[in-house]
Nanobody, 128 residues
Framework: QVQLVESGGGMVKAGASLRLSCMST????????VGWFRQAPGKEREIVAA??????????PDAMKGRFSVSVSRINDKQTAYLQMNNLKPEDTAVYYC???????????????????WGRGTQVTVSA
């Protein structure tokens, strides 16, 4: 069972940076693929970054390339994923979620339906 907890959100001004964390509090000590999504009010949840099991491959939509960076590390034998967000814009305002798939086949995943475990989200608010 994988339980995910996001942290690191907050209120910042345009141009600032934030680093979100996604910690696993479940029983697993294995590595797993991670997806970062966001959902703004009235909009669909969209992917902003994904990383394959082991961290060797990453994916970013075009709008996030160059500003967002996803990575993973191990702390106390548990995987923690990070989303570094630079040059934030007001349109980046949303609740950010991390997610993990039920099965890992060594690749990253880009669809919501690829993910089984979800955190509760962390709010990011960017003012002009």
């Amino acid at each position: 069972q994988v339980q995910l907890v996001e942290s690191g959100g907050g209120m910042v001004k345009a141009g600032a940076s934030l680093r979100l964390s996604c910690m696993s509090t479940g029983a697993t000590s294995e590595n797993y693929a991670v997806g970062w999504f966001r959902q703004a009010p009235g909009k669909e949840r969209e992917i902003v970054a994904a990383i394959a099991q082991g961290g060797g491959r990453t994916y970013y939509p075009d709008a996030m390339k160059g500003r967002f960076s996803v990575s993973v590390s191990r702390i106390n034998d548990k995987q923690t994923a990070y989303l570094q967000m630079n040059n934030l814009k007001p349109e980046d305002t949303a609740v950010y979620y991390c997610a993990a798939p039920y099965y890992n086949y060594g690749n990253y995943y880009t669809r919501r339906s690829d993910y089984y475990y979800w955190g509760r989200g962390t709010q990011v608010t960017v003012s002009a």
